[in-house]
């Protein structure tokens, strides 16, 4: 089965600050990865995604995340925090070759300190 | 277009009582996937329907758990009885038939809380 890893369960940044989040996922075989956020009271949305093609993937709100095979690591950056960043962020991988099923790390909840 | 539903936001019953979750997915959306998530841990994965058919059960806890989606459109999580450590937040998700690999749409979410 897989599993993710997301490493630090809180993170403060200053507004303004560089965001990373980590996620490192076990899987003999790159699957799909992905970044979702919850911000309060509402859904899991999607942030951004990699199945194919660039490594580098721009998501919405300024996010983008980098997939490295050598790392097996999938962390997600912003240049410059943002107060409306505060939120949950979940990293999560299916398996390409059955699909189906999503294995989720354990989430990073982001404070930006004004 | 309407997201993903579910209903109640929250509910708080009492051990040994029953609780039903109901989740509507996007038209259209063939695929329906049930997921928990207890307090401080991950998200894990209970079952996944593709229209009205039990596709993967594989991470349902036990018996005390039943998902049904008469007609492959709503879909039902009951709990009976519902001890403590079913308390969490149950998400469902919903995505099209033949993008199983790719991104599903998620839930607010119900937060089940039992005392």
């Known amino acids: 089965a897989q599993s993710v890893t997301q490493l630090g369960s809180h993170v403060s940044v200053s507004e303004g600050a560089l965001v990373l989040l980590r996620c490192n996922y076990s899987?003999?075989?790159?699957?799909?990865l992905f970044w979702y956020v919850q911000y309060p009271n509402q859904g899991l949305q999607l942030l951004l995604k990699?199945?194919?093609?660039?490594?580098l993937v721009k998501g919405i709100n300024g996010f983008e995340a980098e997939f490295k095979k050598s790392e097996t690591s999938f962390h997600l950056t912003k240049p410059s925090a943002h107060m409306s960043d505060a939120a949950e962020y979940f990293c999560?991988?299916?398996?390409?070759?059955?699909?189906?099923?999503?294995?989720f790390g354990t989430g990073t909840s982001l404070t930006v300190i004004p | 277009e309407a997201g993903v539903t579910q209903f109640p936001s929250h509910s708080v019953i009492e051990k040994g009582q029953t609780v039903t979750l109901r989740c509507d997915p996007i038209?259209?959306?063939?695929?329906l996937y049930w997921y928990r998530r207890v307090m401080g841990k991950e998200i894990k994965f209970l079952l996944h329907?593709?229209?009205?058919?039990?596709?993967?059960e594989s991470g349902m806890p036990n018996n005390r758990f039943l998902a049904e989606r008469t007609g492959g459109t709503y879909s039902t999580l009951k709990v009976q009885p519902a001890e403590l450590e079913d308390s969490g937040v149950y998400f469902c998700?919903?995505?099209?038939?033949?993008?199983?690999?790719?991104?599903?749409?998620f839930g607010p979410g119900t937060r089940l809380t039992v005392t």
């Open positions: 998700a919903s995505s099209q038939l033949d993008r199983v690999s790719y991104e599903q749409y």
């Open positions: 038209s259209g959306h063939d695929n």
């Open positions: 999560a991988v299916s398996d390409r070759r059955t699909g189906n099923q999503f294995y």
């Open positions: 990699y199945t194919t093609g660039a490594t």
């Open positions: 329907f593709v229209k009205e058919s039990k596709q993967d």
């Open positions: 899987s003999s075989v790159p699957p799909y």
